[in-house]
């Protein structure tokens, strides 16, 4: 199985690729971002694109493609709607347009977040963002598209998070992540389960479009 990833500098990228170099059946990775983390593995090729809403430059590397496990976000604090908008339904759609066209028997595999709003009309600004972006993309001509919406993610081997507060909270609540992930599957994972499960989901599929945090802990065994 041959899998482009989007994020891989984040936190949950960083888990999902280290879950992709280490299963046997992926034998292609492509990494796209801004930037490359300087990854030494023979399977991973690190394709850096500053201009994540134009993929034309790049689309000799996005093709002979099976999976895309789409992990790139930012936070929606201090952000306008439009601004917000532009960055996680912007750089999402086109990187799924751009790869719907060229791989159409893909599997494409975007990370939302708990409370995500389907219906586009609720009150709160980044969970009517993710819900838009959710629904076009179910909207595209892909063999299958999979929105993972994890609650609380604990990081379990030394991936970071990009955003300064969202490190120091989960250095400060730690203790509380590790308990969670162990006892309350239904909104706790971890960083190890969640690239399991997408990759599982990319290669046999999953029992529902939209999987909440317990969904994809069940999918991970």
Do not use: H
């Amino acid at each position: 199985m041959n899998v482009v990833i989007f994020g891989a500098t984040g936190m949950v990228g960083q888990g999902v690729l280290r879950e992709a170099v280490r299963d046997a059946d992926v034998k292609r990775i492509v990494s796209v971002g801004r930037s490359a983390r300087g990854v030494a593995d023979p399977k991973v090729r690190e394709v850096v694109q500053k201009d994540m809403w134009n993929l034309r430059p790049i689309e000799g590397e996005l093709e002979d493609l099976d999976a895309c496990l789409f992990c790139l976000g930012i936070t929606s604090a201090g952000m306008t709607e439009a601004d917000y908008e532009r960055v996680t339904y912007g750089i999402t759609m086109a990187a799924a347009e751009t790869l719907s066209r060229l791989n159409p028997s893909m599997t494409f595999v975007f990370v939302s977040g708990a409370g995500t709003d389907s219906t586009e009309r609720g009150r709160t600004m980044w969970a009517r963002v993710k819900g838009k972006t959710e629904n076009a993309l179910m909207r595209l001509p892909f063999k299958a598209v999979y929105a993972f919406r994890p609650g609380a993610i604990r990081a379990m081997n030394g991936e970071t998070s990009r955003t300064g507060s969202y490190r120091v909270l989960y250095a400060l609540f730690s203790p509380v992540w590790v308990v969670g992930d162990r006892l309350s599957p239904r909104y706790f994972t971890n960083t190890e389960k969640l690239g399991r499960a997408m990759l599982k989901a990319a290669k046999v599929g999953a029992p529902t479009k939209i999987l909440e945090s317990v969904d994809i802990n069940a999918l991970a065994l």
